[in-house]
């Protein structure tokens, strides 16, 4: 029997725990006061071990998107030079967002390759900050952070980091890799609802914004902070979302971040698995597999089915993957590994992934898949 209950192995939104959900429909309580102040606390002090920070994590309602333009409009004037660096659509959209605040001095490469660092070094002369996304959710690609990070402090530039898709799925370390200013949103590996983000911004980072000339209203971070001092928002929060994410630091403090890390890390080797079992080849071919993410693995689309047949083949039993965004559309599909999900579901949705295959005629027998990915999941 074909069910429509959906299961979200996108990358982003998740599905999110029952627990969640029912915390998010407990009745309103104001957003100034004690109650609040409470939970607004327990959200930011749960969120600095993820970010690996020890400085100040400010929450705003809105999705990533608005904790990345929050992360250039407050840190940079319109004559800084930003270098914004380009592997795939979400360090694309910084590049975008810097253009209405800043300079950008665009460096970009094929989307899907790994960043060359001799190219940072050669960048770098004269900038004032860098943009780089972590786990760049568009081609399933880790970018090597720390490394651009140290180039990034030689020449006095702060580090934005987009850890969208990496914060509370792999390691973070802000403060040990010198990430300045570092975003996270909730609707992905921290296993809540869509509606917020969260920015962590480093002394340095402040030093900065404090110089900065027309910095924006509703994400000016320095309100944000002034509130947080007195257990607030600047400005109404989404009261309910507090109490989704609340509920969820609770749970990734439960599970314990190391086994939140290997738990993302063995689903997504799992995925790539399976892929490489049934004859799907991977997007990109990168090696070492550290490279690649653990929260989202892109796949070529095989020959014999197109991007629309395999995404509504599966959806027809519940499960949602994502195709591929911008250039790759129609090239790739995605299967996000993010949040709390759990190994039946994944494996659920491999052995949909092979029905469809089988209906379109592009494998002949089910079962190799399946059959990889338990062995990593069991191994
Ligand atoms: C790496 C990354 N950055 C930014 C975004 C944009 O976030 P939002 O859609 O929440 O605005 C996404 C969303 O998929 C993402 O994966």
């Not at 102040?37 to 749960?46: R, S």
């Not at 094929?110 to 050669?122: F, L, T, Y």
């Not at 799907?280 to 597999?289: G, R, T, W």
Request: one cysteine or more; glycine letters at 10%.
């Amino acid at each position: 029997m074909k069910t429509n209950d959906p299961y979200l192995m996108i990358p982003g939104p998740v599905t999110v725990l029952p627990r969640v959900l029912k915390a998010m429909s407990q009745p309103l309580i104001p957003h100034r006061g004690k109650e609040f102040e409470e939970i607004l606390n327990e959200c930011v002090e749960g969120l600095k071990p993820l970010f690996g920070t020890g400085e100040d994590v400010l929450i705003l309602s809105g999705t990533g998107t608005l904790g990345m333009e929050a992360s250039i409009s407050n840190f940079v004037s319109e004559e800084d030079v930003v270098l914004n660096i380009v592997n795939g659509k979400f360090g694309e959209r910084f590049y975008e967002i810097t253009k209405k605040y800043a300079t950008p001095r665009l460096l970009e490469f094929e989307w899907g390759n790994s960043v060359d660092i001799e190219k940072v070094e050669e960048g770098i002369e004269g900038v004032n900050a860098i943009t780089i996304v972590h786990n760049e959710t568009s081609t399933g690609i880790l970018n090597p952070v720390k490394e651009i990070a140290k180039i990034a402090h030689k020449e006095g530039a702060l580090v934005i980091m987009d850890g969208i898709t990496s914060v509370g799925g792999e390691y973070v370390e802000m403060d040990k890799w010198g990430v300045d200013v570092a975003v996270v949103g909730s609707q992905k590996c921290l296993g809540c609802p869509p509606g917020l983000c969260a920015v962590a911004v480093s002394e340095r980072a402040w030093d900065k914004a404090k110089e900065v000339k027309n910095t924006p209203y509703y994400c000016d971070l320095l309100e944000y902070k002034k509130a947080l001092e007195k257990g607030q928002t600047p400005y109404t929060p989404a009261v309910s979302l507090f109490l989704a994410l609340r509920e969820c630091v609770r749970i990734i403090n439960e599970e314990g971040i190391d086994a939140r890390v290997e738990r993302h890390r063995r689903a997504s080797t799992a995925v790539r698995e399976a892929a490489c079992a049934l004859g799907i080849e991977l997007f990109p071919e990168i090696v070492p597999p550290s490279k690649y993410s653990p929260t989202v693995t892109a796949m070529r689309m095989p020959n014999g089915i197109t991007d629309s047949e395999l995404r509504n083949g599966m959806k027809e039993y519940g499960v949602y993957v994502a195709g591929g965004q911008g250039r790759l559309k129609g090239k790739i599909f995605r299967m996000g590994t993010m949040g709390d999900f759990n190994f039946r579901n994944l494996l659920g949705a491999i052995s949909i992934l092979e029905g469809v295959l089988v209906s379109h005629g592009v494998i002949d027998k089910p079962g190799a898949g399946v059959g990889a990915a338990v062995e990593v999941l069991f191994g």
